[in-house]
């Protein structure tokens, strides 16, 4: 069966990010998943890729792939590709995902198809990638027709299903050129992050809009998304006015998510904010104005102010819990 | 310092946009066309440093006749000239075909710092600048929430997952740069005015030495197989909050087991 490889998320301990066994997941489809793991903590995370059918580990540990900015992994991924030559190459569509698979098409003369939502294979058995286009409003597949089918997919778009196998550890050579060590990484810097979930792996998202009238008033969704193990998400309207921060901005030029739940409160529903959120699996919105345009794509809706409604409904939830 | 800002032109993202029948490219003709947002903010940045360290800033364009509205925007807003790409065999390019050629172009325009924004609002790829560096052999120095020039030393402050990294590299490079960086300006009378006399200079495939079966759809390594309108979402449940709004929902959240 042909190969597939998958580049995993980890951190150095060794944990492997919710987005690779997704990956490991859609790969199963195309052929025999192998991970390719860049720096150090394989040997803690290889018992989570077994679980999720990974038949091998590439590992090559090295300071170049934290050091530099993705030209080292694509680097990496480029030299397995020569030679395993393998059916597909899946990588998480983070921002940097999508940066190493962008490097990794050039190196190798190959298409990249990002932001994936599903991937199967094709009657002929290649590599197809859904795509939801303009924020979901088009349903398209594509796939590629020179060198090695490289995909990026969209985390949380993908449901994890495990698959034993053996997930056995290959060390790999592998030296950054000098080329790939041009934009070194002089500092990183952590932002308080609290325990609440990644936006973009979250189950469920509970986003604030203009209703909430000011970053005091946006305290509520943080309390009712806290309630609900939620992550929190804005809208550009709560980010530009900076009631919130701009990196949890869900829409067409901020995050695009993809949750079994999106909680849209206060939002009025605007094409920019549906572009990010319309994949949901089920949404619900809490909105004054009965004219709001989010509830034509909403589960669920109450028309209601939402300092009346949220309140009461954390308290409900408290008790179910 | 010769800065270059890419300027893509894309759909207006407040109205509908569709597929082409056939090829299942971008319908580009129909739609009002507009800089791409992120492209704004590099154009502003790229003229801040142009203005603090010196030097000229050229807009690198690709696109069909159409994109000249855009280009002469970003000449309004106070870059110095224009390079448009425009060539019938361009259509339909994707990423890889893309990057091709804006780096040929970039060859022949001679850079210190190419700028870009991070990503379309069409494609939303977010894979060019990456190709860019990779195939110019220049530092990456992308997805910036700040740049800072010292000398021949570019500092970006690169957003991450989690926070944020600092990243350095030598000129010259390419930099992405992320919403926010910076407020991008508005085109003064003046600069409109200023505009329409700016050179632009419009370059063919043939004259940047590109094959014209290595762009468009021709030298693009994807296809779009088939696509369709996704069914809208089905109507759902209104409800008017009568006080019982909260427990309402509570007990949808309970009933499709979220709580």
């Known amino acids: 069966m042909a190969e597939v490889l998958v580049l995993a998320e980890h951190t150095h301990g060794g944990e492997v990010k919710k987005v690779t066994v997704e ?21 803690a995370g290889r018992e989570r890729l077994a679980e999720f059918g990974a038949a091998r580990v590439y590992v090559a540990d090295s300071a170049d ?14 030299q397995l590709v020569g030679k395993k030559a393998p059916a597909a190459v899946l990588v998480a569509g983070t921002a940097e995902g999508k940066e190493i698979a962008g490097r990794l098409a050039v190196k190798t003369g190959s298409g990249v198809l990002t932001d994936a939502v599903d991937v199967t294979a094709a009657d002929d058995g290649a590599p197809l990638a859904e795509h939801a286009n303009f924020g979901g409003a088009i349903t398209a597949h594509a796939r590629a027709t020179a060198g090695t089918p490289i995909i990026a997919v969209r985390p949380n778009a993908i449901a994890a299903a495990p698959a034993a196998a053996d997930a ?17 990484i002089t500092e ?63 829409g067409q030029t901020g995050k695009t998510v993809s949750p079994q739940l999106y909680m849209a409160v206060g939002i009025s529903g605007a094409i920019q904010h549906r572009a990010g959120m319309q994949t949901s699996k089920t949404i619900i919105a809490i909105n004054k104005d009965p004219e709001a345009p989010i509830f034509e794509i909403a589960d669920y809706a ?9 309140p009461p409904l954390i308290e409900e939830v408290g008790k179910r819990k | ?57 050229t807009i690198l364009s690709m696109g069909p006749g159409k994109a000249a509205e855009s280009v002469r925007k970003a000449l309004s807003m106070g870059a110095d000239k224009a390079v448009h790409v425009l060539d019938d065999a361009l259509a339909g390019s994707d990423a890889l075909a893309t990057s091709l050629v804006l780096a040929e172009a970039l060859k022949q325009t001679g850079f210190d710092l190419v700028i870009l924004g991070s990503e379309s609002t069409d494609a939303r790829t977010g894979v060019l600048p990456a190709m860019l560096a990779e195939r110019l052999g220049v530092p990456q120095l992308t997805l910036a929430s700040k740049v800072d020039i010292d000398g021949g030393a570019v500092t970006v402050r690169r957003v991450t997952d989690d926070g944020y990294a600092v990243v350095t590299g030598s000129l010259p490079a390419v930099v992405s740069v992320v919403e926010k960086i910076n407020e991008p300006r508005y085109p003064s009378f003046k600069g409109i005015m200023a505009a329409k006399k700016k050179p632009v200079q419009t370059l063919t ?55």
């Not at chain 1, 997941?25 to 860049?38: D, N």
């Not at chain 2, 809208?232 to 709580?259: N, S």
């Open chain 1, 302 to 310: 109450i028309v209601g102010d939402l300092f009346e409604v949220v």
């Open chain 2, 205 to 259: 495939l043939a004259e940047l030495g590109v094959a014209a079966d290595a762009a468009g759809l021709a030298g693009s390594a994807t296809t779009v197989a088939d696509f369709a309108a996704r069914p809208p979402r089905a109507a759902g449940v209104v409800v008017k909050d009568e006080g019982d709004g909260g427990a309402k929902v509570a007990a949808f959240l309970a009933e499709r087991k979220f709580i």
């Open chain 1, 188 to 250: 990183r810097v952590i932002a308080e992050k609290g325990e609440r979930p990644d936006l973009t792996e979250a189950q469920i998202v509970v986003s604030g809009g203009r209703g909430t009238g000011s970053a005091d008033g946006f305290k509520i969704i943080e309390e009712f998304a806290d309630s609900l193990g939620a992550a929190v998400g804005a809208s550009r309207a709560v980010t530009d006015a900076g009631w919130y921060p701009h990196q949890f901005q869900v």
């Open chain 1, 65 to 78: 792939f934290s050091d530099y900015v993705v030209a080292p992994v694509a680097g990496l991924l480029a």
């Open chain 1, 168 to 184: 056995e550890i290959v060390p790999v050579e592998f030296a950054a050129s000098d080329a790939a060590k041009a934009a070194r």
């Open chain 2, 1 to 57: 310092m010769n800065i270059v800002v890419c300027v893509k032109q894309v759909p207006d993202t407040a109205v509908e946009r569709t597929l082409r029948q056939g090829d299942g490219t971008l319908d580009r003709e129909t739609p009002d066309g507009l800089i791409n947002e992120l492209d704004e903010y590099a154009i502003e940045e790229g003229l801040k440093i142009a203005e603090a360290h010196g030097g000229e800033v």
């Open chain 1, 23 to 43: 990956l490991l997941t859609a790969a199963r489809r195309l052929g025999e998943p192998s991970v390719v793991w860049a720096g150090p903590g394989a040997e």
